[in-house]
Each structure stands twice: as C-alpha cells, then as structure tokens.
C-alpha cells in the first residue's frame, strides 16, 4: 500500500491501536484480539520484547488481509526507524519530534507521525514534511489541544495519543482530531488474560469513533 493510501486509510477509519506487551507471547495475542474487533490499523511499540520480530511476523501472518496494517511505535531516532521499515511496518510512530527520523522515512515513503505537544513543534513537524501529527501526551493537553492548535493551523491534521478512551473519543473528534491512538484503555483486559475483553473494548471503540463522526 502506498503511503497516500495508508494515510487516507487511517483517516477514514479514525482509530489505532497502541500494543504494549510484556512479551512477544502476549503482544501476538493482543493484535490478533484488537484485529478479531475490527481495528485494522496496529502499532506495535518498540517497547516490547522482541518488537521488530513481532513486526515481522504479524506483517507475514496478515499479509493476505490487506485490511490490517502494521505499523511501529515509540520510535526514537532513524536507525530504529530503518529496522522496522525492513521488518515490514506501514508506518512510524514517535512520541517525539525527531528530525533524522522524519527524514529517513520521507526517504523511503513510509508515512510518520511525531509525537508533539507544542505549536513550534507542529510546524516543525509539518515543515518536514508529515502529514499526520500525533499530540502526546493527550491525557496531559487534553482535547482543547487540537482546536487550539487548529486555530493558527487550520492545515494540520493531528491524532492525539495518551489517555484516549472510549468514553472521551467523542471530545477527540468534534475538537477536530483526523483519528485517535488508544493504548492502555484498550488493552487492559490482557493483563488477566482476557484477550476477549480487549476485542470486545475494540469493537466499542470503533463504534464510538462512528458515532462521533455520525457516521
């Protein structure tokens, strides 16, 4: 998929899912719990043990459902950037704004999303070229972040990331956010190992993001 594609595909669909994992083990079941709700678009962190492995393998293993796209997260700089785009991510995902990143993935034409918090960082963020910015932390800014930064930036697109639930999706979108990240609030059922409330949480998420948007 190109990133043209990718891009508008988020867009449409509006939700990412964060996977935090304490092992390569539970960060499989996680995405397979997260895709079984019908949320396509999947960030592995670099966090996880093993995230480039994981990476690799869920690309392979959903290769023939083009509806899930995989992509990387909390990544720092451009050598782990570059790993991940050879291990088969869509897309990167930062919880910063790192200029050498950007660049490596503009390189390849793999969509990024740097993570910011203040308006010099947007526009920094949009000079270099992406097309998506991530508002991080969004528990910390809150929702009046992104109408605040659409103020001077009616251009940008922004998805904020970080306390995003399904009770507060609703706040996300009508201050104007393009898609929202959700992490924590979404996962929490494997920590016990209940891999069905995590789909069940990712079917009620999707249906909140529709909902907000009228759809």
């Known amino acids: 998929m190109k990133k043209e594609q990718i891009i508008a595909r988020m867009k449409e669909e509006g939700i990412v899912a964060v996977v935090r994992a304490e092992s390569k083990e539970q960060g499989e079941k996680i995405i397979d719990a997260v895709a079984a709700g019908g949320i396509h678009f999947i960030e592995i962190t670099m966090t996880v043990p093993g995230a480039v492995d994981i990476i690799k393998a869920m690309v392979e293993k959903y290769k023939e459902t083009p509806d899930i796209v995989i992509g990387a997260g909390t990544v720092l700089d451009a050598e782990t950037a570059r790993l991940v785009i050879l291990a088969g991510a869509s897309y990167v995902v930062s919880p910063g704004l790192n200029l050498d990143m950007i660049k490596l993935c503009n390189r390849y034409r793999v969509p990024v999303f740097p993570g910011v918090m203040t308006p010099t960082e947007a526009i920094l963020a949009m000079e270099a070229g992406c097309?998506?910015?991530?508002?991080?932390?969004?528990?910390?800014?809150?929702?009046?972040?992104?109408?605040?930064?659409?103020?001077?930036?009616?251009?940008?697109?922004?998805?904020?990331?970080?306390?995003?639930?399904?009770?507060?999706?609703?706040?996300?979108?009508?201050?104007?956010?393009?898609?929202?990240?959700?992490?924590?609030?979404?996962?929490?059922?494997?920590?016990?190992?209940?891999?069905?409330?995590?789909?069940?949480?990712?079917?009620?998420?999707?249906?909140?993001?529709?909902?907000?948007?009228?759809?």
Not at 143 to 167: C, N, R, W, Y
Not at 194 to 200: I, K, L, S
């Open 131 to 215: 097309d998506i910015i991530k508002i991080f932390p969004g528990n910390v800014v809150g929702p009046g972040a992104i109408s605040s930064f659409k103020g001077p930036l009616p251009q940008g697109e922004f998805m904020p990331t970080g306390g995003v639930d399904v009770d507060n999706v609703e706040k996300w979108i009508k201050a104007g956010a393009c898609a929202v990240g959700t992490g924590g609030s979404l996962t929490k059922g494997a920590k016990t190992g209940d891999y069905q409330a995590v789909t069940n949480k990712a079917v009620e998420f999707v249906k909140a993001v529709k909902d907000a948007r009228g759809q």
